[in-house]
């Protein structure tokens, strides 16, 4: 069995690290994901005859402190990059610290949401509106978890490989960043799809 070793320097056919191009890779893989449930979504708002507004059955005004508090996410977790390629080890860990504490912002803000939803008896099976909604959200919220267990890792003992491995350590808080911009990304495009229109 071949190994693929671990690179800190881009390599000379792809100009990116290992890990770098293997990130890539799972974001164009769900990319793909994501599109399948948004062409789905579309196709059954077209052939629907009667479709709700998002904006009169959910909560906009939640939904856009969640789209704030994302896109701060998104700036801290470049803050965190930044100040590790700037040597500054505890800046970096108040920037991650500031994202992960974006990341349970967001959560609990959709916690108060579903739980909105299911007081007022809206469930997955309510109507293809509402399977929709809690499918999108629902999945983009497990990658929400998912990128916050990375950061949490990333934040405490993982950190430690700033000590042995400062260039390889920085690589993976580059990698763990596109990943939670993509999840960013990806709430940005469900945000007026869901909510606006």
Known sequence: MMEIPYTSKPHSETGLYNAKFGIWLFIASEVMLFGALFTAYILLRVGASEWPKGAEILNVPLATINT??????????????????????????????????????????????????????????????FATYF????????????????????????????????????NRIEIAGLYWHFVDLVWIFLFPALYLL
Do not use: Q
Request: glycine share 8%.
């Open 68 to 129: 704030v508090v994302l896109i701060s996410s998104s700036i801290t977790m470049v803050m965190s990059w930044a100040s590790l390629k700037m040597n500054e080890f505890s800046k970096y860990k108040v920037y991650m610290l500031l994202t992960f504490l974006l990341g349970v912002v967001f959560l609990v803000i959709k916690f108060f949401e579903y739980n909105a939803k299911f007081h007022h008896g809206y469930f997955p099976s309510t109507n293809m509106f």
């Open 135 to 170: 499918t999108l959200t629902g999945l983009h919220g497990l990658h929400v978890i998912g990128g916050m267990i990375v950061n949490f890792y990333f934040l405490t003992i993982g950190s430690k490989m700033w000590n042995t491995d400062k260039e390889r350590f920085t």
